[in-house]
């Protein structure tokens, strides 16, 4: 198969190609600094092509994607994310701006340019990493959670739209993975995984072709309670100093 992954170079894009690299697929990853991908990783797999992309960039991605699969592109991981980093009372817009157009236009320049190539075989899969936090509107990460909540909607929508034209969708909702993004939490990560395991998860919900994955089991348990809740009681146990967050 021909599997593009942005922001494929850390984290659970690292992890992904990792294993369909191993299965002997061609792996194509994309991520604005490419220094940061295991030099090991980059000898060793004759299959896989390295692209210096911003997925904001859309003329970029495009020349990227299309280089590397013109004609047949089986699967294309709209993976690329950036988090909150230091939580802050005070909205931090110019923050908030650049997550939005890395978490909400990157998945949506990814998925146009990948579509244009699947839709004449009418075939192919798209995946997002949409977010646990996508689920409710989180304390210190409203741009990360109206993101991901942004991602699961659009994943959801263009799962009915496109499953007719033989193209598959899928949202994967992770909990805590330990990736370089997490490392710079500095609360508590209830359920953390590592990456390794998180991209075998994904990878097995992906065959099964589920157009929404959340895991691990236990955090798909909390943020159904958390999600179907009254939203005052949601606000009532958000305050509570063990769910929120002290300024420094
Ligand atoms: N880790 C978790 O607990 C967790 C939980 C839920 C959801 N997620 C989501 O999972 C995805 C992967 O996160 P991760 O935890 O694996 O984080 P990570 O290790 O920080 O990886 C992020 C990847 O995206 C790339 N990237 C960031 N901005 C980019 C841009 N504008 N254009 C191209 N590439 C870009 C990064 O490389 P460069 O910086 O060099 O561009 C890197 O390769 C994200 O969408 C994240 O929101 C993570």
């Given amino acids: 198969m021909n599997?593009?992954?942005t922001g494929g170079t850390t984290g659970i894009g690292l992890a992904?190609?990792?294993?369909?690299?191993?299965?002997?697929?061609?792996?194509?990853?994309?991520a604005r600094n490419l220094s940061k991908f295991p030099a090991e990783i980059r000898n060793k797999y004759k299959q896989l092509v390295c692209y210096e992309v911003d997925v904001t960039n859309r003329e970029e991605l495009y020349k990227a994607i299309h280089d590397f699969a013109p004609v047949e592109l089986d699967m294309v991981f709209a993976n690329a994310g950036r988090s909150v980093g230091a939580k802050s009372k005070t909205p931090q817009?110019?923050?908030?701006?650049?997550?939005?157009?890395?978490?909400v236009k990157g998945v949506l320049n990814t998925f146009d340019i990948a579509l244009e190539i699947m839709m004449p075989r009418k075939k192919g899969h798209l995946i997002a990493t949409a977010s646990v936090a996508g689920f409710m509107g989180l304390p210190g990460a409203g741009a990360y959670s109206a993101s991901k909540a942004a991602v699961l909607k659009l994943c959801e929508s263009y799962?009915?739209?496109?499953?007719?034209?033989?193209?598959n969708?899928?949202?994967?909702?992770?909990?805590?993975?330990?990736?370089?993004?997490?490392?710079?939490?500095n609360h508590k990560m209830p359920f953390l995984m590592s990456a390794d395991k998180a991209?075998?998860?994904?990878k097995r919900a992906i065959e099964k072709k589920k157009v929404l994955y959340i895991f691990p089991f236990r955090m798909k348990v909390v943020v159904s309670i958390l999600d179907k809740m009254p939203r005052s009681l949601y606000r009532l146990i958000m305050n509570?100093?063990?769910?929120?967050?002290?300024?420094?």
């Fill in 3 to 5: 599997i593009f992954i």
């Fill in 169 to 185: 969708v899928t949202a994967i909702a992770p909990g805590f993975v330990d990736t370089p993004l997490t490392k710079q939490n």
């Fill in 240 to 248: 509570l100093k063990m769910f929120n967050y002290s300024e420094e």
């Fill in 16 to 30: 992904l190609a990792k294993l369909y690299l191993e299965e002997g697929h061609r792996v194509g990853v994309c």
């Fill in 199 to 202: 991209a075998r998860l994904i």
């Fill in 159 to 167: 799962a009915l739209d496109l499953k007719p034209r033989g193209i």
């Fill in 93 to 103: 817009f110019s923050v908030a701006n650049e997550i939005i157009d890395i978490n």
